[in-house]
């Protein structure tokens, strides 16, 4: 069984974190096909306040090297040593960091107390199965104990966690020039998964993440937008932009939306119209999208509109 290599940022640089979590599955198949030992750690209580969400995740290979984060560096060193210790006993298990803790050396700086569940030795069948589904975009239930991890399909099982995970947050974005450019590598940057579309090759050539040039209006690439897809347009061309809004309004995305004033949202819903796009669906167009209010440089504008994207994710990150 071949196990997909690790996501790598569009440039070809690895992202330092992907918000998805599938980077710590494809790190623990990884090293394990290659016969390395591997525990998952994953975050299963809270006591108090934390930086990441319960379910989050780290794999650790037998000589140390891991992937992903649970206490944005608080913990990360201790974790590994425990995951080390783990799988010279061959036994994983519950252990209390922080507050009421056996450990006393290692004090969280919110005084708070976290349980992190350690997994030995996962099954390889499992994890691959898990990462061949999530990147076929259909969601996961990984359910971790001491000494396994299984399919959620198998039932629930009395002691453990129940890990759910998404399919990654993909931004299709269309544009011209420096709004695009800079949009696209901030998503990538952040761990987003993006496709980018432009009618300018210079643009593209700029842009991070999978790139693709439109040559004519009425024959439009396919978008490939799914319910854990967003699609927004950076230009305020209206030749190309009402085809592709068209489109994407007809589509399963949870986010729709366009850059622009108001004026030019009533003739951008003005032209949707006339192209025989129905009331009820012009309701999930969101314009003018961004959370800083009319903003006019690309940086400001990119930060603006992937945190309105972000905001409007209907999935729990890590």
């Known amino acids: 069984m071949s196990v997909a290599p690790l996501n790598e940022h569009p440039a070809g640089e690895p992202c330092g974190f992907d918000p998805s979590g599938l980077d710590v599955l494809k790190f623990a198949a990884a090293e394990i096909e290659a016969g390395n030992p591997v525990v998952i750690a994953t975050l299963a209580n809270i006591e108090g306040a934390a930086p990441r969400r319960t379910g989050a995740q780290m794999a650790i ?98 002691a453990g966690f129940l890990r759910e995970y998404w399919p990654p947050l993909t931004i299709v974005a269309a544009g011209l020039g420096a709004e695009l450019i800079v949009f696209s590598r901030l998503a990538a940057a952040a761990g987003y998964r993006l496709r980018v579309l432009s009618p300018d090759e210079a643009t593209l050539q700029n842009c991070a993440g999978a790139a693709t040039r439109l040559h004519s209006a009425s024959a439009l690439p396919d978008l490939l937008l799914d319910p854990w897809t967003a699609f927004v347009t950076l230009f305020h061309d209206r030749e190309w932009e009402t085809p592709l809004l068209k489109a994407a309004l007809g589509s399963e995305a949870f986010f729709v939306g366009s850059v622009g004033s108001r004026r030019t949202h009533e003739l951008r819903v003005e032209s949707l119209s006339a192209s025989g796009v129905a009331p009820h669906v012009l309701e999930k167009l969101r314009a003018p999208i961004g959370l800083i209010p009319s903003t006019r440089d690309p940086s400001s504008l990119a930060l603006s509109v992937l945190a309105d994207i972000v905001a409007a994710w209907p999935c729990d990150g890590m």
């Open 61 to 158: 290979s037998g000589d140390g090297r891991y992937r992903g984060s649970i206490s944005s560096g608080c913990l990360e060193r201790a974790i590994v040593d425990e995951a080390r210790a783990c799988l010279r006993r061959g036994e994983g298990g519950l252990v209390r960091y922080g507050a009421n803790s056996k450990y006393i050396d290692i004090v969280l700086p919110c005084g708070s107390g976290v349980d992190i569940l350690f997994t030995v030795r996962p099954s390889l069948t499992v994890l691959a199965d898990a990462i061949d589904a999530l990147e076929a975009r259909k969601p996961v239930s990984l359910f971790y104990s001491a000494n396994e991890v299984a399919s959620a399909r198998h039932g629930e099982r009395d």
